[in-house]
């Protein structure tokens, strides 16, 4: 998933100092009767009491305050010890996966004498709901403060509001993640002549998208996952209690008085716009709507497309997140604690028992049910049941193109509000995506008629200059004139769901994010798509009909050193209006190339695609890449989107498609090639949206991972000496590319420059002679 670049400081344009003391005082009640103890607890042992901290959760046990070093043991009341470790430097220890039980004792069994805490509670997930009263007794106040979770556990949160207390309630907004959404704010730029209009000026969350909804009105609870910031608890990647403390979040802050109809929203693009997911699975009774941006489809596929481990962006982000849930590992905590915050210092003791997600993810390279689905939005996304609003990015740098595994899988949300777009990881930020945004919270969270202020018009456009170079405006809003909100929603939710952005960068300032047109349709897929098949041929050409050679075949080399190698120059950034890219043509036997000869007519394309390839093989395995472009009658190359896949993961799941060969990757379906016998394996091609124009060529070129990619790198599988793959092109083995046409559709606009749309790098075109096969 995505590492946090540094783009929220463009966002606020210049951060100046703090705007004072925070508030250290949230009152809020206990755990839930989990069994939290201190010191030496019922059974102890006698001696001088210890600090020793005990504490039940779900499936787990929290120890902390201990010596170095302590053995600690889980026991049953007969002293079966049924979970045992040894606390760490701090003194902690995180025990997972304990059998729940409500009479455990927990043993400090190294010490002199041993240390007994008891009862202590283990919960099941399905028993450790709390009563409402446990909700509604926390008291959460504008500033730094503390949610309790049902286990004790205390996240930090920071709330803005967008007037006085007083004067609410207030449509509400929470973001939860990992990075810093309970930073405490800081004004920005200088604009304190606004402070009375505009708070959140004088007191910006630091999460992007609470800042962004806080100027147009809404409240606004930043929350730091468990062990991260100043919360409590240890980090591990959306584990299960992870989530329940999601659900203990939005019933928190739903039932506050400033709180508009009682009902939040949640919101966040990247890490918290994932997490949404996550959490909407949960089914918080006060959840009103979803607002997910640039995000995964599963975890599995960002982490190994096609089977192949990404130790580019993805190992670089979960490296990240892991080294700042340290103790003190964001930076920020420490002056919290400099200034009297005895909850985050204590806080910090656990965060050392964080969970090695890097090391689970090497151990698990297959899609298993226990490990694996648990953390795959396509596998759950059927189980939301609130509004969703997503949007994503076909070419995401960060994230990937596999977000629209999600779009035909949330069956069981009310209404649902997608928006796809060919671009880059921020573009979820764009002002043709925030209008929308905005009208969708202000429906189903709100329940106002979407208007925006016209202050926050007057502001948007030095915001999106600092953000994207560029020179942008919010476009109209589009229900204002509705006398009614019934009206405004009647008429919002009878438009098409799905909205596809074309061109995004083609317009008058080259690179800047906004399209030239768009298109509604009224699902994923759309309907209206007309699968078109275009064969391999000899002499390198794409056609309609399938070859009739007896024989034929074309072979590229393996390069080992590909995976390794992205597509931005030296200093380079792909967030610039105009990247500095550097995408060479492949050398020769590198790679085979195929293209189809100049369209008689523009061919609109909405879809994702089958690259279906008979390979063989001197070796047992290949990592293939396949690359979609389209040769511009302007005599340049322009990008459209990848695929990968490592053959011996070609078994398809039993959701492939035509258009989508979704791939098992499970051990049990693992097939290595035999070599030297011919093996069809079926390549899908990410979902893209392109007008390919008349007197453009349709180009397919494949070989080995690499030298397509922003910020994706790929650990490829190597062998002794030179090793060439063929790919088929005969009667017997007729390669091909299986495209999503949509019919009846032509381009809006005049040919965009090149380069100039978002995520899709240029070159000047060159021929390719393909080698042929020597076996």
Request: proline share 11%; net charge negative.
């Given at each position: 998933m995505l590492k946090r670049l540094p783009f929220a400081a463009p966002l606020l344009v210049i951060l100046s100092g703090a705007c004072g003391d925070d508030d250290l005082g949230t009152t809020s009640t206990t755990g839930a009767g989990a069994g939290s103890t201190t010191g030496a607890g019922a059974g102890g042992g006698g001696g001088e009491a210890s600090e020793l901290s005990v504490r039940g959760s779900v499936e787990q046990v929290h120890v902390w305050k201990a010596p170095p070093s302590t053995t600690i043991e889980v026991q049953t009341p007969d002293g079966t010890v049924v979970a045992t470790g040894i606390t760490d430097d701090l003194g902690s220890l995180v025990l997972r996966e304990v059998p729940p039980g409500d009479d455990y004792r927990v043993?400090?069994?190294?010490?002199?004498?041993?240390?007994?805490?008891?009862?202590?509670?283990?919960?099941?997930?399905?028993?450790?709901?709390?009563?409402?009263?446990?909700?509604?007794?926390?008291?959460?106040?504008?500033?730094?403060?503390?949610?309790?979770?049902?286990?004790?556990?205390?996240?930090?949160?920071?709330?803005?509001?967008?007037?006085?207390?007083?004067?609410?309630?207030?449509?509400?907004?929470?973001?939860?993640?990992?990075?810093?959404?309970?930073?405490?704010?800081?004004?920005?730029?200088?604009?304190?002549?606004?402070?009375?209009?505009?708070p959140v000026l004088c007191d910006a969350p630091k999460d992007e998208s609470a800042l962004i909804a806080a100027l147009n009105g809404y409240a606004t609870v930043g929350v730091n996952m468990r062990g991260t910031g100043c919360s409590g608890g240890a980090y591990d990647y959306f584990e299960q209690l992870q989530l329940l403390d999601g659900y203990d979040i939005i019933e928190t802050v739903a039932a506050q008085s400033w709180v508009k109809n009682n009902r939040v929203g949640m919101t966040g693009l990247s890490y918290p716009g994932i997490t949404q997911l996550f959490v909407a699975r949960t089914h918080p009774p006060s959840l009103a709507a979803i607002t997910p941006l640039s995000v995964v489809g599963g975890t599995h596929s960002t982490m190994r497309p096609g089977g192949i481990y990404n130790d580019g962006f993805a190992l670089e982000w979960i490296t990240n997140v892991l080294d700042k849930a340290d103790p003190y590992g964001q930076g920020w905590e420490q002056a919290r604690v400099d200034a009297g915050d005895?909850?985050?210092?204590?806080?910090?003791?656990?965060?050392?028992?964080?969970?090695?997600?890097?090391?689970?993810?090497?151990?698990n390279p297959y899609y298993t049910d226990d490990v694996?689905?648990?953390?795959?939005?396509?596998?759950?996304?059927?189980?939301?049941?609130?509004?969703?609003?997503?949007?994503?990015?076909?070419q995401d740098e960060q994230t990937g193109p596999f977000y629209f595994t999600l779009l035909d899988r949330f069956t069981s949300a009310p209404i649902t509000r997608f928006t796809i777009y060919n671009g880059i990881h921020p573009d979820g930020f764009a002002p043709q995506i925030l209008v929308e945004w905005k009208a969708f919270l202000d429906i189903y969270v709100a329940e106002e008629i979407p208007v925006i202020d016209p202050i926050v018009?007057?502001?948007?456009?030095?915001?999106?200059?600092?953000?994207?170079?560029?020179?942008?405006?919010?476009?109209?809003?589009?229900?204002?004139?509705?006398?009614?909100?019934?009206?405004?929603?009647?008429?919002?939710?009878?438009?098409?769901?799905?909205?596809?952005?074309?061109?995004?960068?083609?317009?008058?300032?080259?690179?800047?994010?906004?399209?030239?047109?768009?298109?509604?349709?009224?699902?994923?897929?759309?309907?209206?798509?007309?699968?078109?098949?275009?064969?391999?041929?000899?002499?390198?050409?794409?056609?309609?009909?399938?070859?009739?050679?007896?024989?034929?075949?074309?072979?590229?080399?393996?390069?080992?050193?590909?995976?390794?190698?992205?597509?931005?120059?030296?200093?380079?950034?792909?967030?610039?209006?105009?990247?500095?890219?550097?995408w060479p043509q492949p050398d020769d036997a590198m790679a085979v190339v195929f293209e189809t000869a100049p369209l008689a007519s523009d061919l609109v394309m909405v879809g994702s695609a089958s690259a279906d390839l008979w390979i063989r093989s001197p070796v047992d395995d290949a990592d293939l890449e396949v690359n979609l472009t389209e040769v511009r009658p302007d005599g340049q190359e322009m990008f459209v989107q990848s695929g990968w896949l490592r053959a011996s993961h070609r078994a398809l799941a039993a959701s492939a498609t035509a258009l989508w060969p979704e791939h098992s990757y499970r051990q049990e379906d693992e097939a290595l090639l035999v070599p030297g016998e011919w093996t069809?394996?079926?390549?899908?091609?990410?979902?893209?949206?392109?007008?390919?124009?008349?007197?453009?060529?349709?180009?397919?070129?494949?070989?080995?991972?690499?030298?397509?990619?922003?910020?994706?790198?790929?650990?490829?599988?190597?062998?002794?000496?030179?090793?060439?793959?063929?790919?088929?092109?005969?009667?017997?083995?007729?390669?091909?590319?299986?495209?999503?046409?949509?019919?009846?559709?032509?381009?809006?606009?005049?040919?965009?420059?090149?380069?100039?749309?978002?995520?899709?790098?240029?070159?000047?075109?060159?021929?390719?002679?393909?080698?042929?096969?020597?076996?």
């Open positions: 043993v400090g069994a190294s010490l002199t004498p041993p240390e007994v805490h008891a009862p202590v509670r283990v919960m099941r997930a399905e028993d450790s709901l709390p009563p409402q009263d446990f909700y509604t007794s926390q008291t959460l106040q504008p500033g730094f403060g503390y949610i309790t979770t049902r286990d004790g556990t205390k996240l930090s949160a920071y709330v803005t509001l967008p007037g006085p207390i007083e004067d609410g309630p207030y449509p509400t907004i929470v973001t939860y993640s990992g990075y810093t959404p309970s930073q405490p704010g800081e004004p920005i730029g200088d604009f304190g002549t606004l402070c009375d209009t505009l005895t909850t985050c210092e204590e806080n910090q003791l656990l965060h050392g028992q964080k969970a090695d997600v890097v090391k689970k993810s090497e151990e694996v689905k648990p953390l795959d939005p396509t596998a759950f996304a059927d189980e939301i049941e609130v509004p969703v609003f997503l949007v994503s990015s076909q018009r007057t502001l948007a456009p030095n915001l999106f200059q600092n953000v994207f170079d560029a020179s942008l405006e919010l476009p109209p809003d589009r229900f204002a004139s509705y006398p009614t909100f019934d009206e405004a929603k009647a008429a919002y939710e009878a438009e098409q769901p799905l909205r596809v952005i074309f061109e995004n960068g083609g317009g008058t300032d080259p690179g800047a994010p906004e399209g030239t047109h768009e298109i509604w349709f009224d699902a994923w897929p759309p309907p209206e798509q007309t699968p078109t098949r275009f064969y391999f041929q000899s002499d390198g050409s794409m056609t309609a009909s399938a070859p009739l050679d007896a024989s034929a075949a074309s072979s590229f080399q393996l390069d080992p050193d590909a995976g390794d190698r992205g597509i931005i120059a030296p200093g380079g950034d792909v967030w610039d209006k105009l990247p500095d890219y550097v069809e394996a079926r390549v899908g091609i990410a979902a893209f949206s392109h007008t390919f124009r008349a007197g453009s060529r349709v180009r397919l070129l494949v070989d080995t991972p690499g030298d397509s990619r922003a910020r994706w790198t790929f650990v490829l599988k190597t062998f002794n000496g030179d090793v060439s793959y063929d790919i088929g092109h005969d009667a017997a083995h007729p390669s091909s590319v299986l495209l999503p046409v949509v019919g009846g559709l032509a381009s809006q606009t005049p040919l965009p420059a090149c380069p100039s749309l978002r995520g899709q790098q240029c070159r000047p075109y060159a021929a390719f002679v393909n080698t042929p096969s020597a076996m």
